[in-house]
């Protein structure tokens, strides 16, 4: 198991100090470095910045939402970024929610996982420097009643391998088609306890695909990759009081009450009358006693809280989840705790005979 680092959104107070840990993550030997967008900040911006500042990390966007860009212009971004960092960068995709897609973006939330599938499809075609023409349900290149022509991607990847593409997925049915479509999986609230489930359905995809056919194992060479929010520290009430409120943001705020995937997560992972609670108080206005009713048994499970002793011995349960690259998200005061976070993970992965 590698260890990642996430990095979150930039413009949210800590971007100087972003930098400095993507420097530090570099020079102690994580993977990869990854980096969101919203609406606000977007990744491939930040992660030049980053490519520039850095020398052997990879650049991970987590992720490049799909209603914000045609294919072609992902693809487009992708092969520069991949060439300007000398072949580093790693395609995180997703879809979003209808709230940013339709309020934001203006493209209509709808079919997500049929739309998903043939955006993948033209990303791959064009970072293969095929012509593309493209006849799908909701994308069709060239458009057929004008003066479009079929091209092909003008910039050449540093890599002769593909770009390896990441999607990020919640639901059953967007799990199985990531088995089926990427070469890995971007994870929110990962609780090992309850990852069977839910790489059981990246499996089903993986073998409807045809993956390990030959006797091999379908997630050979997949990348399960959670992000998982980190405190060291002797205080426990401290630890759950530092992650709770983003839990609460997600839980309670990352949607309406109708459609908000990152709840109907938290109710099938048997918080369903604490999921309620959390957003009815969000979306009324009370973000801190949202907070304060996330269950410290569902942080604990989704982070790694408490004394380095603790964290080391709860990374054995990653590695049995099946997590390749564990991405952390360190949580502190300052800049300082916040590095320090970075080292210390360092550290007890080594103890751990991790690589």
Not at 42 to 70: C, K, N, Y
Not at 251 to 274: D, H, P, V, W
Request: charged share 20%.
């Amino acid at each position: 198991m590698r260890l990642g680092l996430n990095l979150g959104y930039w413009g949210a107070g800590n971007d100087k100090f972003n930098v400095t840990l993507a420097e530090e993550a570099d020079r102690l030997g994580y993977s990869v470095v990854w980096v969101a967008e919203a609406y606000g900040s977007d990744a491939p911006t930040v992660l030049s910045f980053i490519g520039a500042r850095t020398e052997q990390i990879h650049l991970g966007a987590a992720v490049m939402q799909i209603p914000a860009r045609t294919p072609a212009m992902t693809a487009m971004t992708a092969a520069t970024l991949d060439s300007l960092s000398g072949g580093r960068f790693r395609l995180g995709l997703g879809v979003s929610g209808p709230q940013v897609s339709e309020g934001w973006h203006g493209v209509r939330f709808d079919a997500p996982l049929a739309r998903t599938r043939e955006y993948v499809d033209i990303v791959r075609m064009a970072l293969r420097r095929e012509v593309v023409a493209y006849d799908g349900r909701h994308f069709t290149l060239p458009l057929p009643d004008g003066p479009g022509k079929a091209l092909n991607l003008g910039v050449r990847p540093m890599r002769e391998d593909q770009i390896p593409v990441y999607l990020a997925a919640v639901g059953p049915k967007n799990l199985e088609l990531t088995g089926e479509i990427a070469d890995g999986w971007l994870a929110i609230f990962f609780a090992p306890e309850f990852a069977g489930e839910l790489v059981g359905s990246i499996e089903t995809g993986a073998r409807r695909a045809g993956k390990g056919s030959q006797g091999g194992s379908p997630l050979a060479g997949f990348d399960i990759v959670p992000t998982v929010p980190v405190v060291v520290t002797d205080d426990l009430d401290y630890a759950y009081a530092a992650v709770s409120g983003y839990a609460a943001l997600y839980i309670g705020g990352m949607g309406s009450r109708e459609k908000n995937f990152y709840n109907q997560l938290a109710c099938r992972m048997g918080f369903e009358t604490e999921a309620k609670l959390i957003q009815d108080l969000y979306l009324d206005g009370r973000a801190r006693d949202a907070a304060a009713a996330v269950p410290r048994e569902f942080l604990d499970s989704t982070s790694l809280l408490g004394p380095r002793e603790r964290i080391r011995d709860r990374l054995a349960a990653y590695v049995e989840a099946g997590v390749t690259t564990l991405s952390v998200a360190p949580y502190g005061p300052s800049m300082e705790h916040r590095r320090a976070i970075v080292r210390t993970m360092a550290e007890v992965a080594q103890e751990a005979g991790l690589g």
